[in-house]
Structures are given as structure tokens and as C-alpha cells.
């Protein structure tokens, strides 16, 4: 069925509506209200938006609920990074933490370069350990270039402690004490 | 103190005319103009006459001038022409220049004018009505004369405004 | 102190006063650009500018946190910006024109308010009315007009002076658009003067006495001009929109189409003279109009200053009736300037036919056929 075309006929305008003064007059009326209506700005520093979950801000690394770090300095996090933003020095795990002994390999140093990062988010969604994570943190700002770059403890200090619902490394340890047992 | 100030405005007022005549630039010498005629409004005020001043500026500075500069900016004509005028104008010109050292010389020589009786002069405040009132009896033909002149130059300069508008569009 | 002020060369004193007078409207005038930033970002549901504060400030409670909220110190930081910044001097430009056309903007703005009145005080008989005015000179309102049209000029040498593309246009915008506009400005008040001039009086175009005749307490007598002759205001109104270049009449400065207009070539130091010139502007127009429709320095339709003496017995006082008159009469001109302000804000600018259309085609014939009718309306009145 073809569709049928309702032609509308355009009013001419009455006098009144051709000298403008009404429309004036109803647009100052409107903009009175709107200088005595709330503003609606938000005064940035001191009010700060609600971040939703999801958000994709600064990457940063999280710790376990027991306060233990995840990452296990796999480096793939470093590989994947479009702009190569992320460097990693590997090391070894704490002597003091001997818990953790079996896991071989910490990162001695982790450095992202807020500079480089473009929010992609891959190396959350490539990291095994899920040690890194893009979290609410949207401003970042510094004066040298050098502060633009997080380091381990900044990044710890951003990501904080996240819910873990497999603690990987425990399970590990658990089943090779087991295994171990057993022969 | 008015004294100086007739001095003052003297200046301007000579000063700017000869700035009209002497300057090449198009621009400059309509400032220079507009520089006279503000001198001649001060005169005018010196002379009490507000009414004349005021028209003066109104008028001739505050519209006529404007629409000169406007003109001439328009059509960006800066420097001179630079064309030679012609025998024409240069006779012409020459027959004004004897009958103003002729104009100077009379003016000079003769007699001295009777000072003005004071008595005569209408006050200030009264000044406005009787400018009215006499422009609108005693005058009234030269003010309708001008202003049918100044009809007819509107007329003119409209259809010649007018008039290229069909060929500039075939 | 009275006396000790009329005892007083003439000279002095005319110095005095033209100071205490730029001493007011340069504060008003200053004042209205921070008012601007404020109207504008109220009417867009923003708090506009609200951070820069003074230490000393901030440590008084309560005054030192609304003055903040205010956006005050901007105002101060905004003025030293402007002072201390470099001042640039392209090379392309005519260096005397460029140089002195800031000031020639501000010379007539300056210059007009001296026939301007702005209050009034009685002597104590409550006989004469003594008119506030730096120059209380008959022929009053040509000599707004005529000083005023001058302006014009400002806009038109910036312009040339910058010798660039932009700042020209909008300097032919400006001389076409000012010049159009005048002569309906000039006709919408005609009938203003006509009904003061009734037939056998003395002839006068002064500004105190347009006031003087809004000053009655019958219905005629004190019904102000915009009641009287609300076509004639309503068509100086729009004309002066046009002559203070105020939206929706900005076309010399539209920054969509011609970037900054006559002043895109200025800065700094300079470019602020513009920016005073433009709200002195604003200021010396919202003062006429007020003394024309607006009754001047009384307070209401048929209240005018002298029955407030009355009431308040403040016959002897003439200092005090003077501080009121002008304190009236500044309320008044800050309303419209706040209403040049809101129509800033609610109006999108014309282009630059419409301006013309508006100007030739309708509000000329308008301020002619009111000019007709009135001159009709008077002649059967007297
Ligand atoms: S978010 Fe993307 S760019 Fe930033 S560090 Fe992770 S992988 Fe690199
Ligand atoms: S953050 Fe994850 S991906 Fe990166 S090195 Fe550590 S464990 Fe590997």
C-alpha cells in the first residue's frame, strides 16, 4: 500500500505572529525561568561524578582479599598492550612471604605510562592472574612527564583489593600438598 | 579661557581643512574633514549657538562624514588617483583661487563691522523656538527648496542604482 | 561641606563632579561584564564564575565565601589580566588609526553622559527643581544624538586600521547598520518632545524636562512616556539595540561568521577599551531611555520624588532627596541593562539583510506613521 502523504497547510501568520513580539516575549519568559531554575552544573572538584561499574579508567593492580599480590609477572600484559605503555621488571616472590613461595615469579618493578595508555583495556582481559584492572580512577594529571608514570606502589595504591573467587594459588597449594601426600 | 579655546578650535577647524586638501589618502582626508567640522561645532558653541553645534555634529560628522569614509573604503581608493587634471579644472580652479584672494582682500580692507547689539540677541533658552519659528516662516521657502533639491538627488540616486540591475542579470 | 563645595571655583567643582560621575560608571560598567558572565551562565543553568578569591578573603566567614561565589575577584583578575598582558601590534596594521580607535570609542560614550540627568534635589520651599546633570544644556537629547553618532567612528577605523579581511566587514556593517538605525531613533523620540513642547511653551529639548513632565501626580502628568508612547519606546528600544551593536543586532563583531569583527585584530589592553566603550555605551543608552519613558528618577507612575519628600519630611534635607533620586534612577538603568543582558541571551542574532529589512522596511515606516499619529493625537489634545 503506498503511503499516504498528508499535506498540511501551512497557517499564515497572524499579525501579531509576524511582528516577532509575542515569540520575544515568550522567550524571555522562558530564559527568566531558567535564571532563577537550579543549576545543574557540577562543581567539579569538590562534587564528583558517580562512576558507574564498568568504567574504564586507569589500569591498576588489585590484591587478593588477604592482601597478597596476584600478579604473577607473566609479562603477557606487557606484550599485549597496543601502545606499549606497560613495562615490567619480573623478579622473584618475597622471602617473607612463604605461602606464596610456589608461585616462582612477582614483579619486581610495574611500570604503566598513563602518557601511552590508550584505555583499551586488553591487558585486563588478557592478564591469567586477574591481578590488573581498568577501576574508577579517571583523572590523572602530573607536571613532568616522569610522574605521568604509575609505578608498582602507585598502582597497588589505585587498584586497592578486589573479591576473588578462585584464589588460584591456594587451590595449587593445596592440591600438591595432597598430591604430595598420597606418594 | 574662551579665547584660548577659540584658538584651539581655530586650529582644528583650518588645520583640518587643509588636512581635506593636502592629503592623498582618501581616508585621511575625510578624518581630516570630520576634524574641521568638530572645530566648527566648538565654535559654535562658543558662540552660544548649541543648536547649530549640535546639528552640525549630528548631521555632518555623525552621518555624512561616516557614509564618505564608507564610500571610500568600499571602493578602497587609498592612495590619489594620480590622474592629471584637466585644463578644465585647472582654470577653474584657478578663477575660485583669485576670487578668494579677491574675498580675503575686501574682507581685510573694509570697514569694521558695528559690534553686535546685545540687546537684540535672543536669550539662550529662547534661542531653540525662534531658530523653529523662523525656519518655518521667514524661511520657509529655502527649507522647502532644499528639501525637494534633496528629494530629487534620492530619486536620481535611486534609479541610478537601479539601472544595472536587469543587466548585471541578462 | 555644602557650602564648602559651592564656595568653590566653578572649574574645580565641574572637575569634581565629572569625576564622581566616572567614578560611578566605570565601576557600573566594569560591573556589568562580570554581570554579563553571570546573567549568561544563570540563563544557561550554570553558576558562571565562582572560584578566584583573595587569601585575606577568604578568611572573613561568611561575606568572603559569597563574594567568591560571586565571581567579584574575577572581575579584579579579569581587569589585571588585561593590564598586565602583552600588548600586541600586528604588523599589518595602520598604527595611528589602530592605536587611537579604542579611544575614540571611548570619548563619546564619556562625553554623553554629561547631558544626561540623573537625579534631582528641591530647594526647601519645594519650589524649583534643581536637575542633577553635568551640563544641563538645552538642547539635551540632540546632544546625545549627536555626540553619540559619533561612535561610530571607533567601529569604522578599527576596522579599516586593521587592514584584514574580518574587521573590515564588520566595520561596514557597523557604519551601515548605525546609520540606518539613528534616523528611526531620532523619530521614535520626536513625539516625546512634541508633547513637552505643547503649543506656547518654551521650546526646549531637554532632558530634565522630559523627566519633569513624568513627575505629576494626575493622569496625564504621571503616566511615564512608556505608557504614553509605548510604540515610540518600544522602537528606540530596538533601535538602540542596534546602536549599542547588542545582540541580536551584534552584526560588526558576529563571532560565527566574522570571528571577533571589528576588534579580531586587537588585545590585551586595547581590546578591553572596546569592551568598556561597549557597556559605557550600554550604560549612557539605558540612561536616556530611562529619562525618556522610564520617568527618570521616579520611583512609580504617578509617585514621583516629591511626594516621597513629602511623606518622609524631607524638605530640608535636599542632600538626602538628591541620593535618592540617583539611587532610583540607577536602579533603573541596571534593569536595563540586565534586560539588554536577558535579550542577549534569548535572541539569536539576525543576519545581516534582516537587520537592514528590519531597520528600512519596518521600523522606519513605523517610527514615521507613530510620528504622524502623535503629531495628530497633540494637535487634537491642545
Ligand atoms: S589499557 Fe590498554 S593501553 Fe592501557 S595499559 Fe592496558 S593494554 Fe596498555
Ligand atoms: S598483570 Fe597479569 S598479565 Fe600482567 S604480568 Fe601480571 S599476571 Fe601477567
Not at chain 1, 47 to 73: A, F, N
Not at chain 1, 87 to 103: L, N
Not at chain 3, 22 to 51: C, D, H, M, T, Y
Not at chain 3, 259 to 265: A, K, L, S
Request: charged content about 15%; overall charge positive; hydrophobic content about 50%.
Amino acid at each position: 500500500m503506498p503511503a499516504t502523504v498528508k499535506v498540511l497547510e501551512r497557517k499564515p501568520l497572524s499579525f501579531a505572529e509576524r511582528t516577532y513580539l509575542p515569540q520575544i516575549a515568550a522567550g524571555l519568559k522562558t530564559t527568566i525561568k531558567h535564571l532563577f531554575a537550579p543549576k545543574v552544573t557540577m562543581e567539579y572538584p569538590e562534587q564528583r561524578p558517580e562512576i558507574l561499574p564498568g568504567y574504564r579508567g586507569v589500569p591498576t593492580l588489585v590484591m587478593d582479599p588477604h592482601g597478597r599480590e596476584k600478579c604473577v609477572s607473566c609479562q603477557l600484559c606487557e606484550f599485549v598492550c597496543p601502545p606499549k605503555a606497560i613495562r615490567i621488571t619480573p623478579g622473584e616472590v618475597p622471602a617473607d612471604q612463604p605461602e606464596r613461595s610456589h608461585v616462582e615469579k612477582a614483579p619486581r618493578e610495574f611500570e604503566i605510562d598513563m602518557l601511552r595508555c590508550i584505555y583499551c583495556g586488553l591487558c585486563q582481559e588478557v592478564c591469567p592472574e586477574e591481578a590488573i584492572f581498568l577501576q574508577n580512577v579517571y583523572s590523572t594529571s602530573g607536571y613532568t612527564r616522569a610522574s605521568m608514570v604509575n609505578n608498582k606502589q602507585r598502582l597497588y595504591e589505585l587498584g586497592g583489593t578486589l573479591p576473588d573467587q578462585h584464589f588460584k594459588w591456594d587451590r595449587k597449594k593445596a592440591a600438591e600438598t595432597a598430591g604430595n601426600a598420597r606418594h | 579661557m574662551s579665547d584660548l579655546l577659540f584658538f584651539a578650535f581655530t586650529a582644528l577647524t583650518a588645520g583640518g581643512a587643509l588636512g581635506v586638501v593636502l592629503n592623498k589618502n582618501a581616508v585621511h582626508a575625510a578624518f581630516c574633514l570630520l576634524l574641521s567640522l568638530l572645530g566648527t561645532a566648538g565654535l559654535f558653541v562658543l558662540l552660544n549657538a548649541y543648536l547649530l553645534a549640535a546639528l552640525l555634529i549630528l548631521v555632518y560628522a555623525g552621518a555624512v562624514v561616516a557614509l564618505f569614509v564608507f564610500v571610500v573604503m568600499l571602493i578602497g581608493m587609498q592612495g590619489g588617483t594620480g590622474k592629471p587634471t584637466g585644463r578644465l579644472a585647472t582654470v577653474g580652479a584657478f578663477l575660485a583661487f583669485i576670487a578668494l584672494l579677491a574675498g580675503a582682500f575686501v574682507t581685510l580692507t573694509r570697514e569694521p563691522l558695528p559690534p553686535p547689539v546685545l540687546a537684540n540677541m535672543p536669550p539662550v533658552g529662547a534661542e531653540l523656538k525662534l531658530y523653529a519659528y523662523q525656519l518655518f516662516t521667514t524661511y520657509l521657502l529655502p527649507v522647502e527648496v532644499s528639501g525637494f533639491l534633496l528629494l530629487v538627488a534620492m530619486i536620481g540616486v535611486i534609479v541610478l542604482a537601479k539601472k544595472d540591475k536587469p543587466e548585471a542579470k541578462a | 561641606m555644602a557650602d564648602f563645595y559651592f564656595s568653590l571655583p566653578p572649574l574645580l567643582r565641574g572637575f569634581l563632579q565629572g569625576l564622581a560621575v566616572v567614578l560611578v560608571i566605570f565601576p557600573i560598567a566594569g560591573a556589568s561584564s562580570l554581570a554579563e558572565r553571570k546573567v549568561s551562565a544563570w540563563i544557561q543553568g550554570r553558576p558562571g564564575p565562582n572560584r578566584a578569591i583573595v587569601p585575606w578573603f577568604a578568611a572573613i566567614p561568611f561575606l568572603g565565601r559569597f563574594l567568591q561565589r560571586l565571581g567579584l575577584f574575577h572581575l579584579a583578575a579579569d581587569g589585571g589580566k588585561l593590564l598586565l598582558k602583552e600588548e600586541p601590534l600586528p604588523g599589518h596594521v595602520h598604527k595611528f588609526y589602530y592605536t587611537i580607535a579604542p579611544w575614540l570609542g571611548l570619548i563619546p560614550a564619556f562625553t554623553t553622559i554629561t547631558v544626561v540627568p540623573f537625579g534631582a534635589y528641591w530647594d526647601s520651599a519645594m519650589q524649583t527643581m534643581h536637575p542633577l546633570v553635568l551640563a544641563n544644556v538645552d538642547i539635551g537629547i540632540l546632544a546625545v544624538f549627536a555626540i553619540g553618532s559619533l561612535g561610530v567612528y571607533s567601529v569604522i577605523l578599527a576596522g579599516w586600521s586593521s587592514n584584514s579581511k574580518y574587521p573590515f566587514i564588520g566595520s561596514i556593517r557597523a557604519s551601515t547598520q548605525l546609520s540606518s538605525y539613528e534616523i528611526s531613533m531620532t523619530l521614535a523620540v520626536l513625539p516625546v518632545f512634541m508633547w513637552i513642547n505643547s503649543p506656547g511653551s518654551d521650546g526646549s529639548l531637554s532632558l530634565a524636562r522630559v523627566v519633569e513632565f513624568q513627575s505629576g501626580t494626575h493622569f496625564l502628568g504621571g503616566l511615564w512616556f512608556v505608557f504614553l508612547m509605548p510604540l515610540s519606546a518600544l522602537i528606540f528600544l530596538i533601535a538602540l539595540f542596534a546602536e549599542t551593536n547588542r545582540l541580536p543586532f551584534d552584526m560588526p563583531e558576529s563571532e560565527a561568521d566574522l570571528v571577533g569583527g571589528f576588534h579580531t585584530e586587537y588585545g590585551a589592553f586595547k581590546w578591553s577599551l572596546f569592551f568598556v566603550a561597549e557597556y559605557a555605551h550600554m550604560i549612557v543608552g539605558s540612561a536616556v531611555f530611562v529619562v525618556l519613558f522610564l520617568g527618570g528618577w521616579n520611583p512609580l507612575p504617578w509617585v514621583p520624588v516629591a511626594s516621597l519628600v513629602h511623606w518622609f519630611h524631607l524638605e530640608n534635607l535636599p542632600f538626602v532627596v538628591g541620593l535618592v533620586s540617583i539611587a532610583i534612577f540607577l536602579a533603573k538603568v541596571i534593569f536595563m541593562i540586565f534586560f539588554f543582558m536577558w535579550v542577549r541571551w534569548t535572541l539569536p542574532r539576525f543576519r545581516y539583510d534582516q537587520v537592514m529589512r528590519i531597520g528600512w522596511r519596518r521600523l522606519l515606516p513605523l517610527a514615521i506613521a507613530n510620528l504622524i499619529f502623535y503629531i495628530i493625537a497633540i494637535a487634537l489634545l491642545t
